[in-house]
Nanobody
Framework: QVQLVESGGGLVQAGGSLSLSCEAS????????MAWFRQAPGKEREIVAV????????YYADSVKDRFTISRDNVKNAMYLQMNSLKPDDTAVYYC??????????????????WGQGTQVTVSS
């Protein structure tokens, strides 16, 4: 069975930090691009960050640029998101995703065919 499992979510005060992890099993994702998405209540699921299979290319949504850092460890078959200077509007369920390792970074949910169940991040003011 192929699984992606997120962890590290929780409640934090504005200005604080959290680190999310995505642990993969069932197959290697070393040739896949991977991404973090988030979805707030009543809102569309939106891109947060993308990292290419080799780790040498990244994309960040403007809303998180310079605050969040995406990384991966292909030996451990894992992906991470370091979130600093958190704001209340970062509150959402955060999902990890994986898709074909194409050279063009894609930001739509339809480009990714493996998904985790999500982890809740709540930022209080």
């Amino acid at each position: 069975q192929v699984q992606l499992v997120e962890s590290g979510g929780g409640l934090v005060q504005a200005g604080g930090s959290l680190s999310l992890s995505c642990e993969a099993s069932g197959r290697t994702f070393e040739t896949d691009n991977m991404a973090w998405f988030r979805q707030a209540p009543g809102k569309e699921r939106e891109i947060v960050a993308v990292i290419k299979s080799s780790g040498d290319g990244t994309y960040y949504a403007d809303s998180v640029k310079d605050r969040f850092t995406i990384s991966r460890d292909n030996v451990k078959n894992a992906m991470y998101l370091q979130m600093n200077s958190l704001k209340p509007d970062d509150t959402a369920v955060y999902y990890c995703a994986a898709g074909p390792g194409v050279s063009v970074i894609r930001t739509t949910i339809f480009a990714y065919n493996y998904w985790g169940q999500g982890t809740q991040v709540t930022v209080s003011s």
